[in-house]
């Protein structure tokens, strides 16, 4: 499997903005489609963004129009924009990479939102 690292999880207030990063150790990063995912505690892990190797990102209604997906081949890495939070982003964010015959998860990064 690729070997995927996320950051940029932390403690935010309701409204407030975070930026996850999620970096590739592998060349197939270009040609990959990425995704964001999301578990709360003693619920299901949920897809929240994927972008294709195109460039094409799809959302979760649950965070359309606060939440952007971008990547930058250049350096193997994708990105959340998270904006507006809510408590009910809480959860551990999850990056997944996945190729016609390659797929990797990454191990989470906490975003904890909270007055």
């Known amino acids: 499997q690729v070997q995927l690292v996320e950051s940029g999880g932390g403690l935010v207030q309701p409204g407030g903005s975070l930026r996850l990063s999620c970096s590739a150790s592998a060349s197939v990063f270009s040609r990959s489609a990425m995704g964001w995912y999301r578990q709360a505690p003693e619920k299901q892990r949920e897809l929240v963004a994927i972008i294709s190797n195109y460039g094409t990102p799809t959302y979760a209604d649950s965070v359309k129009g606060r939440f952007s997906i971008s990547r930058d081949n250049a350096r193997n890495t994708v990105y959340l924009q998270m904006n507006s939070l809510k408590p009910e982003d809480t959860a551990v964010y999850y990056c997944?990479?996945?190729?016609?015959?390659?797929?990797?998860w990454g191990k989470g990064t906490l975003v904890t939102v909270s007055s």
């Open positions: 997944h990479l996945t190729t016609i015959n390659t797929y990797s």
